[in-house]
């Protein structure tokens, strides 16, 4: 009897769930439809726009989300450390670009935004074409004046770094128009978009066969160009992102995959704060967490070989346990991380050991001119390090215990999965602030807003920091009751307005970077 019970119970259960996965497919339906049918209007202006400044003719369009981080933030550079990252593709917002090829190998670019004046540049400036492109590109941008602040300066990187790894294959550059709901200087990855837009379309042009996970590396490292040296999260994202997933990144495997996301009963919203400068200032403090990240950090563990052999032999040991026992290696490497000193200058690098401060001298020459006495924290950039990897392991974990599973089993845990996820998203934003010390003082009063409310399971700083968006994890009946909270609390009070800025950005996850047709 109890057993037909239970098969009945089940029964009902599953036809629930079929019930609710149905009208999601629905409301996935007419979604679907509204975005498509917005973006086609969008488009056709966009078109008309785009003829009217280079004439008439085919155009093309390339379409880059914006990248929505959920856990492992400043982690994608670290050099010592399997880290790894767990990032979505939001499905609403966007950078599109218009384009065509040009006659000849000169980039004409412009922007639907005003505050953006159009450009042109042609590859005389391009770096010669030269088998090791890595070595060959980072002795380019090392031996070339910083370029002046300018949004060309993102193409300019994707068209050089094009141009040394393809050479006389570049027959074309291009002209186009970027159109983008994705807020500058926000943490949404703006910037990477348009290097990802800009490189795909001058392969594109020049029949040059595209491979994902290839452009968004080549990708990050034409934003070199800039002078910053940052890592690859933000691209692969818009290169490999896919609906309703996230994309688990690995840095040492080099290896990416897919994690389920919540639901449609949930959605993550951006609230944007203040500009991140990237100006000198704020480039140095990017650039001082890559060094400590990629030569400092490696090279104390590498000194260990020679002086504290017990360390190093833990430390092989536990990183050999990633794969069959991750968090007891996790545990080891913290362990361990903690015989770091706590900070160390420049200068005393350049005592203890010549060759890496070399690196360091090549790789981030404006970083030692300006900063070679001032101390720089190691111990408190490696605890972010391995405790962010330790919490995008448990996410991903949680994702898949929850979300993989048949659709009748997950009806029950979808709220303790979604509240241990924002939990720790909080304990993600606690270590950006107080151990990476990328917060700012109106990031924390609009964080202390958004943790009053109790249908807020998690917030945090999202991108580099300085400033930028917060993400905030949600229920949809509380969306709208939450933005106007924020809009009285904190947005009012400065005089500004969320709807004139576009300073909110409401996503669910979607498809990464696509190639629209006409007829789309």
């Known amino acids: 009897m109890f057993i037909r019970v239970h098969l009945w119970f089940l029964s009902v259960l599953e036809m629930i769930a079929n019930c609710l996965a149905e009208a999601m497919n629905q409301a996935d339906v007419i979604n679907d439809d509204l975005l498509r049918a917005s973006r086609r209007a969008r488009l056709d202006q966009l078109r008309h726009r785009f003829r009217a400044q280079y004439g008439d003719g085919p155009v093309s369009v390339w379409r880059a989300p914006a990248r929505i981080n959920i856990l492992g933030e400043h982690v994608d550079y670290v050099a010592y450390l399997p880290t790894a990252s767990l990032p979505f593709a939001s499905r609403e917002h966007e950078m599109l670009m218009l384009y065509r090829a040009a006659p000849d190998r000169r980039v004409r670019g412009a922007s639907t935004h005003e505050a953006y004046a ?84 001058l392969r594109e042009v020049n029949h040059i066969r595209i491979h994902a996970d290839e ?157 070679r006495e001032r101390p720089l924290k190691l ?8 405790s962010e990897t330790r919490r995008v392991a448990a996410g991903v974990r949680l994702l898949r215990a929850t979300f993989d599973e048949d659709a009748v089993r997950r009806i029950a845990p979808v709220d303790t999965c979604v509240r241990e996820l924002g939990a720790l998203i909080n304990a993600s934003h606690a270590s950006l602030r ?30 580099g920091g300085f400033g930028g968006n917060l993400l905030a994890l949600t229920k949809v009946s509380n969306v709208t009751q939450l933005i106007e909270r924020i809009q009285a609390e904190f947005y009012g009070p400065r005089g500004r307005d969320y709807l004139d800025e576009g300073a909110v950005m409401v996503s669910t996850p979607g498809d990464g970077l696509s190639l629209i047709d006409d007829e789309s």
């Not at 111990?379 to 391995?386: E, F, K, Q």
């Not at 151990?435 to 109106?442: A, F, G």
């Open 118 to 201: 159009p450009f042109a540049f042609d590859f005389v400036d391009a770096p010669p074409p030269a088998d090791a492109t890595e070595p060959a590109w980072l002795a380019y941008v090392i031996n070339s004046p910083l370029p002046a602040p300018h949004w060309s300066n993102y193409v300019k990187g994707a068209a050089f770094f094009a141009g040394l790894k393809y050479g006389e294959q570049i027959r074309h550059g291009i002209d186009f128009l970027i159109d983008s709901n994705i807020p500058p200087s926000g943490g949404a990855s703006s910037s990477s978009a348009l290097a990802v837009l800009a490189g795909a379309a």
């Open 215 to 371: 452009l968004a590396r080549d990708s990050a490292q034409a934003e070199w160009f800039l002078g910053t040296r940052g890592g690859a999260m933000d691209h692969l994202t818009i290169c490999l992102a896919r609906r309703r997933c996230a994309v688990h990144i690995g840095y040492a495997s080099r290896r990416s995959e897919l994690a389920p996301l919540p639901d449609d009963d949930f959605r993550w919203v951006t609230f944007f704060t203040h500009a991140a400068d990237k100006g000198r200032e704020v480039m140095l403090e990017y650039n001082e967490r890559a060094a400590v990240s990629r030569l400092l950090i490696p090279a104390m563990i590498d000194d260990w070989r020679g002086d504290r052999p017990a360390l190093a032999q833990a430390w092989a040991d536990a990183l050999n346990q990633m794969n069959d026992a991750p968090q007891a290696a996790l545990d080891q490497l913290e362990r361990l991380l903690a015989e770091l000193p706590a900070q160390i200058t420049l200068a005393e690098v350049a005592q203890r050991n010549p060759k890496v401060f070399a690196e360091c001298e090549q790789a981030f020459p404006t970083l030692v001119a300006a900063r």
């Open 379 to 386: 111990r408190s950039r490696a605890r972010h390090h391995v």
């Open 434 to 463: 107080d151990l990476y010390d990328v917060s700012t003082p109106q990031v924390e009063e609009l964080m202390s807003i958004l943790r009053v409310d109790a249908k807020v399971y998690g917030a945090r700083l999202m991108g």
